[in-house]
């Protein structure tokens, strides 16, 4: 879902570049630039992976649209800074091509990128805190399960937003656009759950939050 800055407040849109503004300071100083430098073509092809994902679009008009995200697996691979580093730049080109506004990025960042990473990483706490260090229950839960959830969020707070300012009536986005979030958020669930398992199996070194002496000791040691 693309929000066009012309839908907005100004004054609404100086506050999502605000905010995103301090966010990306805060990332900028202090990534873990030496794990990029290390990882530079892992990162840059998320970024270009995940821009192709954006760009290959279908929806309603210019502004309801279905796209995958892919933040899940940024945000496991790199970490929150980097993963919000990389939203920003993959919804630059995104919007981009669509003519929405320069305004239109921050805020378009902070819900499509912004929500997938804080899910994603608040979900990873969780589960490292109440459920059991088991490589099955970090790909299903890390994975999938926050891959489906970030999906579901975007597409509310989007339509949230969209009713909120009057751009879509209550009725046309339940008839015509809530309906589809199945066949959303399934594929990303799938697409982000394959892409963290093929990368703790062959790449756990990508994937730093995933510890081999936390996730597979036992196994061993059985």
């Known amino acids: 879902m693309d929000i066009p800055a012309s839908v907005f407040n100004e004054d609404w849109l100086i506050v999502a570049s605000f905010l995103l503004f301090i966010l990306l300071g805060h990332s900028i100083r202090h990534a873990n630039w030496a794990y990029v430098r290390e ?12 821009s192709i994902i954006w760009i290959l679009r279908a929806g309603i008009g210019s502004t309801l649209n279905f796209h995958l995200l892919g933040m899940t697996v940024i945000t496991l691979m790199f970490g929150w800074r980097l993963a919000l580093l990389a939203a920003t730049v993959i919804v630059s080109i995104a919007l981009w091509r669509v003519e929405a506004g320069l305004l239109a990025i921050p805020l378009n960042t902070l819900v499509m990128g912004g929500i997938p990473i804080l899910i994603t990483v608040q979900l990873l706490r969780w589960s490292q805190q109440h459920l059991p260090t088991n ?28 009713w909120w300012t009057d751009t879509f009536s ?41 510890d081999d002496a936390r996730y597979l000791r036992k196994y061993e040691d059985d």
């Open 39 to 50: 990882h530079t073509h892992v990162y840059l092809g998320a970024i270009l992976f995940a």
């Open 170 to 210: 209550a009725h046309y986005l339940q008839t015509y656009y809530l309906p589809f979030i199945p066949l959303l958020m399934f594929p990303e669930g799938i697409i982000n759950g394959m892409l963290v398992a093929i990368a703790v199996v062959y790449a756990p070194q990508c994937i730093p939050v995933f």
């Open 135 to 162: 490589i099955f229950i970090f790909v299903f839960v890390n994975g999938f399960l926050a891959a489906i959830a970030s999906s579901v969020a975007v597409v509310l707070t989007g339509s949230w937003l969209l």
